[in-house]
């Protein structure tokens, strides 16, 4: 069993930044792809951005690409998620995933594990 607790998110206006991160409770993280995923209010949870076990390739959803960035510290056990030029349709809870299969997935299905979120609201 593998815990996530996610933390930093906040009120932001548009065009700031912040800096999301998860903390994992397993000895095996670095064995994980991670990922993050957010969800508004009526809509699905999307896919945002994920990162293999040993940080060497990481994957961003449309939205985000090029304002976000996937980031990670096996020796904190520690994913990040970096948002900069945020946006109000930004606004969701932003939860952390463990995959503790080899590919990197980009759907809800592929992942085992799951934070239990938090809220990034971005004022326009």
């Known amino acids: 069993q593998v815990q996530l607790v996610e933390s930093g998110g906040g009120l932001v206006q548009a065009g700031g930044s912040l800096r999301l991160s998860c903390a994992a409770s397993?000895?095996?993280?670095?064995?994980?792809?991670m990922g993050w995923f957010r969800q508004a209010p009526g809509k699905e949870r999307e896919f945002v951005a994920a990162i293999n076990w040993n940080g060497g390739s990481a994957y961003y959803g449309d939205s985000v690409k090029g304002r976000f960035t996937i980031s990670r510290d096996s020796a904190k056990n520690t994913v990040y998620l970096q948002m900069s030029v945020l946006k109000p349709e930004d606004t969701a809870v932003y939860y952390c995933?463990?995959?503790?299969?080899?590919?990197?997935?980009?759907?809800?299905?592929?992942?085992?594990?799951w934070g239990q979120g938090t809220q990034v609201t971005v004022s326009s």
């Open positions: 995933a463990a995959d503790i299969g080899v590919a990197v997935g980009r759907v809800t299905d592929e992942y085992d594990f």
């Open positions: 397993a000895r095996t993280f670095s064995r994980y792809a």
